[in-house]
T-cell receptor, first 113, second 114 residues
């Protein structure tokens, strides 16, 4: 059973460009979470999604950030007009319905130049 | 809302010595508790969890943790560490009743010295 997949693993963007981060949950998992890890810090919750629904986006910045988890395909975290402060590791986690255990992907390390 | 405090940002310890990584939490509701390990440039791996029942929880790689409700603590212990245990360790909590999001501490870097 493959784990949580994230791609790309590393992403370099210039200021003002868009970044798209993809997350494929484990097979049978219907819940996806996105977290951001800034250098020398712990992970901070961003958004919690189920298929076609955003359940909790209380940790998402109000502007430039959006997330989706379509009926088919991976979950996407989209950052428009990136700035240097967006440089971080972005982790996706998934869990099956009814479980509190979250399984993490390897992360996407975004560098904004 | 919850918060998690990991008091020790760095813990150096010699190989085969015991180690304790401290975690305290604050919450107005009942919580679930977790410890994750992160190796360099990798994702997080679940070490152990406390959901209910016995307050002493055993996890992978010989780690264990004890939930102390009165002291709101969930310290991680291992009686004898190996070089391969060198990694960042994160304590996390989630609200039992509603939110599924994890609130993480700032992490403890465990360095095992030969």
């Amino acid at each position: 059973n493959a784990g949580v997949m994230q791609n790309p693993r590393h992403l370099v963007r210039r200021r003002g460009q868009e970044a798209r981060l993809r997350c494929s949950p484990m097979k049978g998992h219907s819940h996806v979470y996105w977290y951001r890890q800034l250098p020398e810090e712990g992970l901070k919750f961003m958004v919690y999604l189920q298929k076609e629904n955003i359940i909790d986006e209380s940790g998402m910045p109000k502007e430039r950030f959006s997330a989706e988890f379509p009926k088919e395909g991976p979950s996407i975290l989209r950052i428009q007009q990136v700035v240097r402060g967006d440089s971080a590791a972005y982790f996706c986690a998934s869990s099956p319905f009814g479980s509190y255990e979250q399984y993490f992907g390897p992360g996407t390390r975004l560098t904004v130049t | 809302a919850q918060s998690v405090t990991q008091l020790d940002s760095q813990v150096p310890v010699f190989e085969e010595a015991p180690v304790e990584l401290r975690c305290n939490y604050s919450s107005s509701v009942s919580v679930y508790l977790f410890w994750y390990v992160q190796y360099p440039n990798q994702g997080l791996q679940l070490l152990l969890k406390y959901l209910s029942g016995s307050t002493l929880v055993k996890g992978i790689n010989g780690f264990e943790a004890e939930f102390n409700k009165s002291q709101t603590s969930f310290h991680l212990r291992k009686p004898s560490v190996h070089i391969s245990d060198t990694a960042e360790y994160f304590c996390a909590v989630s609200d039992r009743d509603s939110a599924r999001q994890l609130t993480f501490g700032s992490g403890t870097q465990l360095t095992v010295l030969p």
